[in-house]
């Protein structure tokens, strides 16, 4: 039995990488860390911690005498960020398909259940569901080096999500194409899960292009 230690700033970190997601910290404007200290109570020690470890994700940016600033979005970045997640993640849906025990599919099975219910009543954690259930559908390929890929890319891809879905019947063609996926993935049928992946993750890159082009 392993035991997962979470510091401080772990857990401001998740409470910022929430702000972001969500767009409650604006790209334009400098992330003020007084006020951030104090909403959370805690000292800017642990707070700095957790901004530095948000710009290694790509999230945040900081500048000389400036301070952090959330990173913007870009149609390029968008671009990589989903051409790596076509590269690998795909794949490992197909062999998670295969290898998945009863309790790892159980899993998958109430990943899909709380992104229902995000998408219904908690749209804040629309994103971190999504993000969770992509994530189920591929751990059990049993690549630690794939997986580790997968969840980073996962974390990047979040804001992406919380945009893709802002347009009305986005939230609907996802549900069904998660579905899809979802059953194909029960069934054991590698080669369709595989496919269904790679279309859901093209379908929403291309969605994605139009959008960040004209913003």
């Known amino acids: 039995m392993s035991l997962v230690v979470r510091t401080l700033a772990d857990r401001i970190f998740d409470l910022v990488r ?26 800017k020690i642990p707070l700095r911690e957790a901004l530095a470890r948000l710009e290694q994700e790509n999230l945040l940016v900081s500048h000389a005498n400036r301070g952090y600033f959330v990173r913007a979005m870009s149609a390029d970045e968008a671009e990589e960020i989903y051409a790596l997640r076509l590269a690998v993640e795909p794949a490992a849906v197909g062999l998670a398909a295969l290898a998945a025990t009863d309790e790892e599919r159980a899993a998958a099975i109430a990943a899909m259940q709380a992104l229902d219910e995000a998408a219904t009543s908690q749209a804040e954690l629309v994103a971190m569901r999504n ?57 054991r049928n590698a080669a369709r899960a595989q496919e269904l992946a790679a279309a859901h993750i093209t379908g929403t890159l291309n969605d994605l292009r139009q959008q960040l082009n004209l913003l």
């Open 131 to 187: 993000r969770e259930f992509h994530v189920a559908l591929t751990r059990p390929c049993r690549r630690a080096l794939t997986m580790q890929l997968i969840e980073r890319l996962q974390i990047m891809s979040e804001r992406y999500t919380v945009a893709h879905l802002a347009p009305a019947g986005r939230g609907d063609r996802a549900h069904d194409e998660h579905n899809g996926l979802l059953q194909a993935w029960l069934s």
């Open 18 to 43: 929430e702000k972001v997601v969500s767009g409650q910290l604006a790209e334009d404007q400098p992330i003020r860390q007084d006020a951030l200290a104090a909403e959370f109570g805690v000292s």
